[in-house]
């Protein structure tokens, strides 16, 4: 049991501590799952960007799906 005031204000400073590096570790966590999401989304394009062909058609740039 906490007895002392300076304990206890020791206690609340070790608790902040871990607050803060619970915060940080969601934020990275948050931030690979945004990273990964893009990843995906990037490879979604470039396949997409591989499936298209731009054609000219009577002067006018029209896309078009490879077969």
């Given at each position: 049991m906490v007895t002392?005031?300076?304990?206890?204000a020791q206690v609340v400073t070790k608790?902040?501590?871990?607050?803060q590096v619970v915060k940080k570790n969601?934020?990275?966590?948050?931030?690979q799952e945004m990273k990964e999401v893009l990843e995906e989304r990037n490879v979604?394009?470039?396949?997409m960007e591989k499936s298209i062909m731009v054609c000219v058609v009577d002067g006018k740039s029209i896309l078009r799906f490879k077969d």
């Amino acid at each position: 049991m906490v007895t002392k005031v300076e304990d206890l204000a020791q206690v609340v400073t070790k608790v902040e501590d871990h607050v803060q590096v619970v915060k940080k570790n969601q934020v990275g966590v948050e931030m690979q799952e945004m990273k990964e999401v893009l990843e995906e989304r990037n490879v979604q394009a470039n396949n997409m960007e591989k499936s298209i062909m731009v054609c000219v058609v009577d002067g006018k740039s029209i896309l078009r799906f490879k077969d």
